[in-house]
């Protein structure tokens, strides 16, 4: 007989446990700072359920999605099981419910599948995004799923030796309870069993509910709320911080969501296998960031002496660490929770950029943003000399009228190995006919990578700046080669009053080519190239196709990398690291990329559309002693071809 | 203890510098903070830090006022700008002074400032400013360390050879290099000072010094020992070497 009292004594107490425990956890979200997105509910419920439905993140890792999926799927079908538990135990007539039964039979089959293939990826295929996850917590959790799926079993197993007659509804109890029989001494012998296989089934259950706040399977509970209160801003719009307070400097001054992030993130390692910084052997894992930021978080929350005290930037999170970012997004691209590593890393960084805690090199690169306006330390009256050597007169769009006002960028402006790409694309604009000007000596950095480096105010001081230069101009769009201006422009500066479309050159060539007012001829003729998806341009900003549309126009064969479009790999410029000391350790993030593009075989040009990646590239492939073999193309060195 | 950190701005080399008359164009130059006082004040601040000092940033009216603003973005605590007609090209000699003045109306225990200008030829701020107050001066320090009762100034001398020296106050300190490199000050602290630090400005009656001399020309150093290059080729090297040896006396000519 199965005591009501006694179940709803030892749900209730394990209910209360778990509450305890999750609610301990959960505690410093409520004095976190505000970051509530109440925006859209049914977008956001839509995409919710698209996103658990559909499972497109977790799927891009085809063997972990599939297990996911299988458990997902069959712990819903089994919540009718547990259903069906404690219905036994408050009604004692019911017995369940036939039409079910298969589907609960075979989701413990697809369950303990599942869990079977879980534990073959863990253990034998041990794939190297688990590296620095919690082991013991994955297999301690496996274990209790398959211990609530078996006592379930088997208790359906020895109610059918009770009962004496097989149900066609469990076949695989009943194949269990067949194999079972015989141990059975008698009919009371098989319902003590039953008894005792359903207590267990009660205890595993319950011990999972308590256990779950503690584990990294929390996210079953927070993941929801997470991924529907997902950042639905532009992924190239930081969250503003001008009026906001200072950054963040303790864990307890998170903003709430970014502590409930903290407590969805699954270790499951995605962020770090897709990391440029992880790769170069850097001392960074998007992963283990958030897991120390949430160790941190519940040693808080627990009350232990000092953690609350811990400086968030250079205590729970090393400086190292934190510079080691390129912001290229790819982390939080793949995150199945939709957690947001590149704002909690900015923040920090803000925090140390505040205390001057910086390499001397990006100090001075700071300084000379400062006083000059450009990482060159170059005067504002030589910010036009790229132009000396056109043989037309660029005009300044200050004092005339232009279709186009050019937003040059530093290295397009300043650097020798990109200025003549720079005049490139002029002479290309100036063949086709548009009207363009630049600013001349009032143009400054945009402020893109200022700002990912964590210099607030200095963004803020270049951006008012130069929307103050170009809203002196008669433009009616604006155009950049560089993705990381262009990124700025298009998703920040309109909140400090921009009003101008923005587009890339790459764009702007294509267009110009499709209404026939660039005329080119196609000599590629077939030869291989392949094209790098700036982080900045694409992941950032979804700009994947009208580079490869001039590549292909121009009659090159274009064949992607593995890694392109969004899951494109980052040159490792990003972030203001083009502005420090490079330590890798392991391989260059620009030089692993050049290797993908060898091996892909008879490529002979690596095709970029970003001044950086001009730079990076081109001391990548001298780096490794590949110039006989592949050569960098800026995408107007190709209509140079023609 | 009051310290008046006397900032001054200098012509910025980066920059595209133009002539007047064969001379630089000051009211054209763009000018940046003295890297030398820049050090002086990291210095003042690291005192502060140390002995709770207070550090009053003292500049004149014609260095603008970005220069007070990022001081007290620093951690200056006062931002005093000196009200005065001064040349923009005046040398240190003549603005003397008026520093001494203010240095005193300000209670100073202690002046800091840079060793030297490099946009004034005598570029010597602090031991004029310390005979204008009969003040010791103790010029290149590498350090001011306050945690003791009585600052300890770091000098380094030729050789390697380096003195702590006990200052009694009040002084005048010229900062050849602070003891670590000047503090980052960021976009959003200087935001800050420049939308809550108050300049106060401060009259003076003393005039300006006259010119103690002026400039007639200027000539590169005497060339007296040039490096050698060896060739690239180590076979050649190795004969440029000996004969070097050789021309020396350091082996003997001649027989190989």
Redesign the interface.
């Known amino acids: 007989m199965i005591s009501a009292l006694s179940l709803a004594l030892v749900t209730l107490l394990a209910a209360g446990a778990a509450a305890w425990r999750a609610s301990i956890r959960l505690r410093p979200l409520l004095s976190g700072r505000p970051s509530l997105r109440k925006d859209v509910p049914v977008r956001r419920a839509g995409f919710l359920l698209r996103e658990i439905g559909l499972h497109r993140r977790l799927l891009r890792f085809r063997l972990s999605g599939i297990i996911h999926a299988a458990i997902l799927v069959a712990f819903v079908i089994l919540l009718s099981g547990i259903l069906q538990a404690y219905s036994k135990a408050f009604f004692p007539d019911f017995r369940g419910w036939d039409a079910i039964a298969v589907v609960q039979d075979l989701a413990a089959i697809l369950m303990l599948s599942a869990i079977g293939l879980a534990l073959y990826n863990r253990l034998v295929l041990r794939p190297a995004r688990f590296k620095g996850s919690n082991k013991r917590d994955a297999l301690v959790i496996l274990g209790m799923i398959s211990l609530i799926v078996l006592t379930m079993e088997l208790e359906f197993a020895f109610h059918i030796i009770a009962d004496g007659q097989n149900s066609p509804y469990r076949p695989v109890a009943g194949l269990l309870a067949t194999g079972l029989t015989p141990l059975m001494p008698s009919v009371s012998a098989a319902q003590i069993a039953e008894q005792v296989f359903y207590w267990a089934h009660i205890a595993s259950i319950l011990g999972f509910l308590v256990y779950l706040p503690g584990s990294k399977h929390f996210h079953m509970v927070v993941g929801f709320p997470n991924v529907y209160l997902r950042s639905r801003e532009p992924r190239g719009r930081l969250p503003t911080s001008g009026a906001e307070p200072?950054p963040p400097t303790r864990i307890t001054e998170l903003p709430w969501k970014g502590m409930l992030d903290l407590y969805s993130c699954t270790e499951c390692g995605r962020c770090q296998s897709v990391c440029p910084a992880y790769a170069a052997g850097l001392p960074l894992s998007p992963k283990t960031l958030i897991m120390d930021l949430r160790n941190n978080l519940v040693d808080t929350a627990l009350g232990t002496p000092a953690a609350a005290t811990i400086p968030l930037a250079g205590g729970v999170i090393s400086a190292e660490t934190l510079w080691a970012c390129t912001t290229c997004m790819a982390c939080m691209q793949e995150c199945p929770l939709h957690i947001e590593h590149v704002p909690r890393i900015v923040d920090m960084r803000?925090a140390l950029?505040?205390e001057?805690e910086?390499s001397?090199l990006l100090?001075a690169t700071?300084?000379n943003f400062?006083?000059?306006g450009n990482s060159f330390?170059k005067?504002a009256?030589?910010r036009p000399a790229w132009t000396k050597e056109l043989p037309f007169q660029v005009p300044d769009a200050r004092d005339e009228p232009v279709e186009y006002l050019w937003y040059v960028g530093d290295y397009a402006s300043f650097h020798p190995l990109v200025a003549e790409r720079t005049r490139n694309v002029a002479k290309l604009l100036h063949q086709a006919g548009v009207s363009f000007g630049i600013l001349y000596d009032r143009e400054k950095n945009s402020g893109n990578d200022v700002r990912r480096i964590g210099?607030?105010?200095?963004?803020?001081?270049l951006a008012e700046e130069n929307i103050a230069a170009i809203n002196e101009c008669d433009a009616q769009r604006i155009f950049t080669t560089d993705p990381h201006t262009l990124n700025t422009l298009v998703n920040e500066y309109p909140a400090l009053g921009l009003r101008k479309d923005v587009v890339h050159h790459t764009q702007l060539l294509h267009e110009l080519m499709r209404d026939g007012r660039l005329r080119f001829r196609p000599t590629g003729t077939g030869q291989r190239v392949t094209y790098h998806d700036p982080c900045y341009l694409g992941r950032y900003n979804g700009r994947y196709d009208a580079p490869r549309a001039i590549i292909r126009d121009l009659g090159f064969d274009l064949h992607d990398m593995p890694r392109c479009r969004e899951k494109s790999f980052c040159c490792g410029a990003g972030g203001g690291r083009i502005f420090m000391e490079d330590e890798s350790t392991l391989e260059r993030p620009s030089e692993n990329r050049i290797r993908e593009a060898l091996a892909l075989g008879d490529i002979s040009l690596f095709v970029v559309a970003c001044p950086k990646d001009i730079v990076m590239y081109t001391a990548a492939i001298e780096n490794i002693n590949a110039s006989d073999k592949i050569k960098v193309k800026e995408i107007s060195d190709l209509f140079a071809v023609v | 203890m009051n310290i008046v950190v006397i900032l001054q701005t200098v012509p910025d080399s980066a920059e595209e510098l133009t002539l007047a008359d064969g001379v630089l164009d000051w009211d054209e130059a763009p000018l940046r903070l003295n890297e030398f006082d820049d050090h002086a004040l990291e210095e003042a601040v690291l005192a502060k830090e140390e002995a709770g000092a207070t550090v009053i940033a003292l500049a004149l009216e014609s260095a603008g006022d970005r220069v007070l603003q990022t001081a007290v973005a620093r951690g200056a605590d006062r931002a005093v700008k000196l009200i005065k007609e001064v040349p923009l090209d005046a040398s240190a000699r003549m603005v003397a002074p008026l520093m001494a003045e203010a240095a005193r109306k300000l209670g100073a225990d202690l002046v800091v400032t840079g060793v030297q200008a490099p946009g004034d030829i005598f570029g010597q701020l602090a031991p004029f400013t310390a005979a204008e107050l009969a003040w010791p001066l103790l010029g290149g320090a590498v350090g001011i360390d306050c945690s003791a009762d009585a600052p300890i100034v770091a000098q380094e001398f030729g050789g390697g050879r380096s003195a702590q020296i006990s200052v009694t106050l009040p002084a005048v300190v010229g900062v050849q290099a602070a003891r670590r490199p000047p503090r980052y000050v960021s976009g959003s602290k200087l935001r800050q000072a420049v939308q809550s630090a108050s300049i106060e400005k401060l009259d003076v009656a003393a005039e300006l010094a006259d010119e103690p001399g002026k400039l007639v020309t200027l000539h590169s150093p005497h060339k007296t020992t040039a490096i050698s290059f060896l060739d690239d080729d180590p076979v050649t090297a190795v004969d440029q070497i000996v004969e070097i040896f050789r021309q020396r006396g350091i082996v003997g000519g001649g027989r190989g």
Request: charged share 35%; aromatic share 8%; proline share 8%.
């Open positions: 200072a803000r950029v505040d001057g910086m001397p100090q700071l300084v400062q006083k000059y330390k005067p009256r030589q210099e607030e105010g200095l963004f803020q001081d």
